[in-house]
């Protein structure tokens, strides 16, 4: 059913919809509330530290003084002083409200409710809702869906759309097995997916949280095990021995590989010489040394006489690949021809490289999604590597592979995720970790530090920048935005500009330094220019959004400093502080908080102590704790609709149980219990090429 034919929703607000990949009733059923407006217990201001990553507390108190009013351009801005029953006061702040002075007066008592923020040393409530104590008592435990949004549509207007789409869309055949829902106390998918958007209270959330959780796991599980049993059917049709020339690369490098990097080398090497085709994941933190390990697999396929391909996310990382590897080639005098192949390229161009690549003349392709493209033919493509599969997916891994005979699957992965999630959602493929640093690389020197640091910070940039260094500012958002109170790169580059003192050249006259910003919603080709422009030390600060988490590599870059480091992840905070310690100079990570939650202290504290990706991503792990259903999502790491890996991993192991126990019965899902499932499964593989356009 189309959106327009819901009342309400004209062609305007079905646009806006389409912005958040709302297409039609289903995806509004499917577009979960990212948060819940929560009625809670009232609590004390001296409590307040606890609560300030909710979107609003509620405190019973008293107007301790007569209200100010006073007028600010166009605001009429009106303040009082609030005090709850153990005498402890807040400021509380209302705009364009002037009926509120008849209110508003002091000795009365009310239910105060809004978000609090921390302002000039002080705490301040904005715009609180006020209730009497008996109205308040009614909205207790109240839960009120928050949805994401886009510009021009509401909340309001989302809401009353998923309440029509769910009347429309109920009665759904729930297609898991009976036995499982039974077995692991799920609840019914219709039941679930009502009260997902519209819980009655926190129990009834927490079921169909974890029955949806539950069934987004079990899915893509179930997906994944039936390529891992096709897989393991899959015969090597490219064997690929190890050739003496590898291993006088090896010996010819300036650094020694670690025992993890030969304990991983040793297992590709016996993959792409077994009698079965190589699916093999390394996983590495950043810096640890996958690049090397893929050079060697694609030079050993080229000296049998095959083709090899790698693909990686972004252009300028493909530029930097594609370089970097071929002048190792020219330095260590391999003869070796290479082609890249980027979105970018000219038509005439691509042509050009189009032929060498079907010709054969290129040997190693080094590209992005431009490698898929249905006019890209391959020689005799033996070996297919992806970097940074994470962001990747299934079905576009699937489809470079397709562009040869069953070739090798090499893919790469600098997020950490403990080992034994690892095992689970990359059940389709083997595993390598790579759990050494070089020995040559110096430790981050980290810092968490309030907003009075910035001054301090900025003068540290300076003296790095003087002494010919580089520097990352990432701020989380685009540009100013009326919702949400946070850094944003526009107008941040511009208060750095004034802020960051001059820096003295040689001559000893002082200069400004250079500052540039970038962000995802720039065009590509402004994108490469601006990066090419960092990578080659044009730019001393670059002032981005996490477009830059996997990027390039800079070794001159010394300092990552991260504006809001409370709205990342940990480990995507991990993935940007990767950006530095990249070179031979001591680098450093300060991470800009000024959210005064103790949990928040203790997760970034978590970074504070190490550099270890994988100790980090374990840690997280027990700090959050499965019943963190409000934590910041893991941004970049198998990006699911509302599960969380973190959160979420004892449902995810629940889930692989359950798939276990299917597949080993009947794999083939031929028994009538699972005939429902089985037509899922095909529908959901249709949608995703689809939407992959593949």
């Not at 391909?309 to 071929?326: D, F, G, R």
């Not at 290479?338 to 979105?343: E, F, H, K, Y």
Request: charged share 25%; with cysteine.
């Amino acid at each position: 059913m189309q959106l327009k034919e819901l009342k309400g929703i004209g062609e305007k607000t079905s646009e806006l919809l389409n912005k958040l990949s709302i297409f039609c009733v289903e995806d509004l059923v499917n577009f979960y509330p990212r948060d819940y407006d929560i009625y809670e217990n009232t609590i004390f201001v001296k409590d307040i530290n606890d609560y300030m990553d909710k979107p609003a507390v509620a405190i019973d108190a008293i107007v301790a003084n007569t209200p100010d009013m006073k007028r600010a351009g166009n605001l009429m801005i009106i303040s009082a002083i609030l005090k709850d029953e153990l005498g402890q006061g807040m400021k509380a702040t209302w705009f364009n409200m002037p009926y509120l002075k008849t209110t508003l007066r002091m000795g009365y008592r009310f239910v105060f409710r809004g978000r609090v923020i921390f302002k000039n040393g002080g705490y301040v409530m904005e715009q609180p809702v006020m209730y009497t104590m008996a109205d308040y008592a009614k909205l207790l435990n109240e839960m009120q869906p928050i949805y994401s949004l886009t510009k021009g549509l509401s909340n309001k207007i989302v809401t009353k759309a998923v309440a029509q789409a769910l009347a429309i869309f109920r009665s759904q055949e729930d297609y898991i097995p009976d036995a499982i829902i039974e077995k692991y106390k799920l609840t019914e998918y219709n039941i679930a997916i009502q009260n997902i958007h519209f819980p009655k209270n926190m129990e009834i959330f927490c079921e169909a949280r974890k029955r949806l959780v539950f069934e987004e796991f079990f899915m893509f599980i179930m997906s994944i095990r039936q390529l891992k049993d096709n897989n393991d059917l899959q015969p090597n049709h490219y064997y690929i021995p190890n050739d003496d020339r590898t291993d006088k690369l090896i010996e010819m490098l300036p650094y020694k590989l670690t025992n993890a990097q030969l304990n991983t080398w040793e297992e590709v090497k016996q993959n792409m010489a077994g009698n079965k085709l190589m699916n093999r994941l390394i996983q590495g933190d950043v810096g640890s040394g996958k690049t090397i390990i893929a050079i060697l697999a694609l030079m050993n396929a080229v000296y049998m006489g095959y083709q090899s391909a790698m693909m990686v996310p972004t252009e300028v990382l493909a530029k930097q690949q594609y370089e970097s590897i071929k002048n190792m080639f020219i330095e260590y005098n391999i003869d070796i021809k290479m082609a890249l192949l980027i979105g970018s390229l000219t038509a005439k161009e691509k042509s050009l490289e189009y032929e060498r690549i079907q010709s054969g003349e290129a040997q190693i392709v080094i590209g992005t999604h431009a490698l898929i493209q249905e006019k890209v033919q391959y020689d005799n493509l033996a070996l297919v590597i992806t970097d940074e599969q994470h962001r990747f997916g299934v079905n576009q891994r699937e489809a470079l592979s397709n562009k040869g005979k069953q070739p090798h699957i090499l893919v790469m992965s600098a997020t950490p995720i403990p080992r034994t999630l690892a095992i689970i959602i990359y059940g389709d493929l083997d595993i390598s970790i790579i759990d050494e640093m070089p020995s040559n690389r110096l430790p981050i020197k980290n810092c968490v530090v309030g907003e009075s640091y910035r001054p301090k910070a900025y003068q540290f940039i300076s003296e790095q920048v003087s002494q010919g260094r580089q520097a990352y500012v990432i701020c989380p958002m685009v540009e100013e935005s009326e919702n949400v109170e946070a850094e944003n790169v526009v107008d941040y580059s511009k208060i750095l500009k004034e802020g960051l003192p001059k820096i003295m050249t040689k001559d000893g006259t002082f200069k400004p330094i250079c500052i540039e910003y970038l962000h995802g919603k720039m065009k590509s080709s402004l994108k490469n220019e601006i990066m090419e422009k960092f990578t080659a030390g044009h730019i001393d600060v670059l002032v981005s959004t996490t477009v830059i988490e996997v990027g390039v590599n800079v070794p001159n870059t010394t300092v990552m400093m991260i504006e809001n480091a409370d709205r990342f992840g940990l480990a995507q905070l991990h993935q940007l502080r990767g950006r530095v310690g990249r070179g031979s100079n001591q680098s450093y990570c300060i991470f800009v908080s000024n959210s005064k939650s103790k949990k928040t202290k203790e997760r970034l504290d978590i970074l504070n102590k190490t550099n270890d990706g994988f100790k980090i991503a374990e840690e997280d792990m027990k700090l959050r704790g499965p019943g963190d259903f409000f934590g910041i999502r893991q941004s970049g790491i198998m990006e699911f609709g509302i599960g969380d890996i973190f959160t979420d991993a004892l449902i995810l192991k629940d889930a692989s149980d359950a798939v276990n126990e299917i597949m080993d019965k009947d794999p083939e899902l031929l028994n009538d219990e699972n005939q429902s499932l089985k037509e899922k499964l095909v529908k959901q593989t249709e949608r995703l090429i689809n939407k992959l356009n593949i």
